[in-house]
């Protein structure tokens, strides 16, 4: 049995250091998700929020504006001018 704890000994260095990183990464997480949700209570950031989802709104608008089937309509119209010449 004490055989099989000396292979763990080289081992342990890389599992410290593996801990190490995932717990500063969990540290990290944890600062950045309170951080958002203190945002989230603050009037400025409510107030960009309806913002950016009053802009999300206008882009679709303009996108369908955009992709509309009206440049095959003004093609057709202009080819219908042409032959009343």
């Given at each position: 049995?004490?055989?099989?704890?000396?292979?763990l000994i080289p081992?342990?260095?890389?599992?410290?250091?593996?801990?190490?990183?995932?717990?500063?990464?969990?540290?990290?997480?944890?600062?950045?998700?309170?951080?958002?949700?203190?945002?989230?209570?603050?009037?400025?950031?409510?107030?960009?929020?309806?913002?950016?989802?009053?802009?999300?709104?206008?882009?679709?608008?303009?996108e369908r504006i955009?992709?509309?089937?009206?440049?095959?309509?003004?093609?057709?119209?202009?080819?219908?001018?042409?032959?009343?010449?």
């Amino acid at each position: 049995m004490f055989d099989e704890i000396w292979i763990l000994i080289p081992l342990a260095p890389f599992l410290l250091g593996g801990f190490a990183i995932w717990s500063r990464h969990k540290q990290k997480e944890m600062e950045l998700g309170g951080g958002q949700q203190r945002m989230l209570g603050e009037p400025d950031a409510l107030r960009m929020h309806e913002e950016i989802r009053t802009l999300k709104d206008r882009i679709q608008v303009l996108e369908r504006i955009a992709t509309e089937n009206n440049a095959a309509n003004d093609i057709n119209r202009q080819i219908e001018q042409l032959r009343d010449r």
